[in-house]
């Protein structure tokens, strides 16, 4: 007979001796009086010893129903005036009490189980016969525990191996916990099984097995945070982007790079509010060696020399017609000789210790001559990051309030892609490719994710991707207006980004993001 049996067993026993006792009140009969202790007191024991039961036990601890049980049986366990021996009575009764406060926690949980409601893969009929005594673990919803987690220990039985071995052979060994079927609730039909071979849920049944299962992750090493920055001392709230600055490039931007690098972010892109006077036509304030971009990088690399910096290449914020190059009188956007300022915007920070050059301004050939002029001036640990496909959008907007560089006139159209372009970014990859690029950028990120795929799959070279303002602008209303979960949100969207096939995100949540990431509040 198996353990769980002779449990069983006895217990059925103590109740009827109990209830006998009770009824006959027969306290003349020593016999009667200690078979139900020395049968109630096994049976605690052997509850107290068993591991699997362990649980029951501690429900001995004071709880509604085990309050009611010992409440009702108090009386029972005082003495009777018309008594003359009661200490027998009085001790069956108390151990009753505490055996009754054991059942009656299990009667509640025991009415819960709907076993005909139940529908699973398998109808349950063991359920059918349910007991009063019957052992089910009082346990919130959801959660399937038959002990507390850190409580291992286990009675040692004594047994050797051999004799473990054995007791196993002959059927002969401690039973597991019950098995535990949720019961389903009320109207729930009670259908057969699909005859499925592959039911995906299965393998996202558990925290644990979608974990092991995740395709894509996101680090803080993914991540580039964009900066915007002007010559001033305070840091100016840009209205558009809730949570971004203009930042003094003395002490704001170096606060912010320092909180960056404490949540493990430490690449950034520096991004300038040139004033108005510096600007001009052919963009020359944007090689100035002492211009706000060298002198940041120079003073960022002096504080945190292992910081990855990455720059702009492009005239707009330094151009007074407000395009990224430079404009002839009919309105052309001159391709060549745009290109010629840019190698030596990107020469000029190079020098000041720039480590990624980025050609945000879509000029053709741009590429090989960066790289080109850079060698020429030995910068050649010095990467190119192209913006390979970006497209003329809307996106935008929140950027040009931030850098107040809207185009004087027209539009971007010339030489930004057109949105309903896709085969064109592998125009561009390929040059970008051949032209000694050593990162690919897409730009908008979320809604050209497809592009983002494109170039993964058509380039073995790292894969950028830049989540633009009015990305971030839109999930930071969205979250203030809580029309979404505004952290949920930009984390879905990282990830999305991360899998549609890009190594590094540019984006303004770069922060949040990663402070999410190391299990710390945002702000
Ligand atoms: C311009 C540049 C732009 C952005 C980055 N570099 C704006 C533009 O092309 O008009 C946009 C970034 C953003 O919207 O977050 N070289």
Redo the contacts with the bound molecule.
């Keep these: 007979m198996t353990h769980a049996k002779v449990l069983r067993w006895l217990r059925t026993v103590v109740v009827a001796l109990y209830i006998f006792c009770l009824l006959s009140q027969w306290e003349g009969r020593v016999i009667s009086a200690w078979l139900p202790i020395i049968c109630g007191s096994s049976f605690l024991l052997s509850e107290y010893l068993h591991p699997t039961y362990r649980p029951i036990f501690s429900r001995l601890s004071p709880s509604p129903s085990n309050a009611a049980a010992a409440l009702v049986h108090l009386p029972l366990c005082l003495p009777h005036a018309s008594d003359n021996n009661t200490s027998g009575i009085r001790l069956i009764n108390l151990v009753m009490v505490t055996m009754t406060s054991v059942t009656l926690g299990d009667v509640r949980v025991v009415r819960s189980v709907d076993v005909q409601s139940y529908v699973g893969l398998k109808p349950s009929t063991a359920r059918k016969s349910v007991s009063l005594l019957r052992r089910t673990e009082t346990r919130p919803l959801m959660v399937v525990r038959a002990s507390k987690e850190g409580d291992i220990s286990v009675k040692s039985s004594g047994l050797s191996i051999e004799e473990s071995e054995a007791a196993a052979v002959a059927g002969n060994f401690p039973d597991p916990p019950p098995p535990w079927r949720p019961s389903a609730p009320k109207g729930t039909p009670n259908v057969k099984p699909l005859p499925l071979t592959r039911r995906p849920r299965r393998n996202r049944k558990s925290p644990t097995l979608r974990d092991a299962f995740q395709e894509t992750n996101l680090s803080a090493s993914n991540l580039v945070l ?1 900066l915007f920055i002007h010559e001033g001392e305070e840091d100016v709230p840009i209205g558009a982007m809730p949570g971004c600055y203009r930042l003094g490039w003395r002490h704001g931007l170096l606060e912010e790079v320092y909180k960056a690098r404490d949540v493990g972010v430490n690449s950034i892109v520096l ?1 300038p509010k040139i004033p108005d006077a510096l600007k001009s036509q052919a963009g020359d304030e944007a090689f100035n060696d002492n211009g706000l971009v060298p002198r940041a990088i120079r003073l960022l690399k002096d504080k945190y020399p292992d910081i990855v910096i990455y720059t ?1 290449v ?4 330094y151009s007074s017609d407000g395009h ?1 190059g430079i404009v002839r009188e009919d309105g052309v956007i001159m391709n060549d000789e745009t290109v010629h300022q840019l190698c030596k915007q990107a020469v000029s920070q190079a020098r000041a210790g720039a480590d990624v050059v980025s050609p ?2 879509m000029m053709d050939g741009r590429v090989s001559a960066i790289r080109a002029a850079l060698d020429a001036e030995g910068f050649q640990e010095v990467s190119i990051m192209s ?1 390979t496909a ?1 497209y003329a ?1 809307s ?6 309030e ?2 107040d ?3 004087r006139f027209g539009d ?1 159209k010339t030489y ?1 892609m057109n949105p309903a372009n896709y085969r064109e970014a592998l125009v561009e990859t390929e040059a970008d490719e051949v032209e000694g690029a050593d990162i690919l950028l897409v ?2 990120a979320m809604p050209y994710l497809d592009v983002v795929r494109l170039l993964r799959d058509n380039s073995a070279l790292p894969i950028a991707a ?7 602008s839109m999930i930071k209303a969205g979250g203030a207006l809580k029309m979404v979960d505004e952290e949920k949100v930009m984390m879905e969207s990282l990830l999305c980004i991360r899998r549609a096939g890009a190594d590094i995100i ?1 984006t ?1 949540f770069a922060r949040q993001a990663a402070s999410v990431l190391c299990g710390m509040k945002s702000k």
């Excluded at 996106?395 to 040009?400: A, E, H, K, S, V």
């Excluded at 830049?466 to 971030?472: D, I, K, N, P």
């Design positions: 964009p991004f702009d492009a005239l707009d914020p990224d945000s301004d913006y970006k959008s996106f935008y907007g929140p950027f040009r931030a850098l560089s809207n185009p971007k930004q730009k908008p830049y989540q633009v303002s009015g990305e971030y540019l303004y």
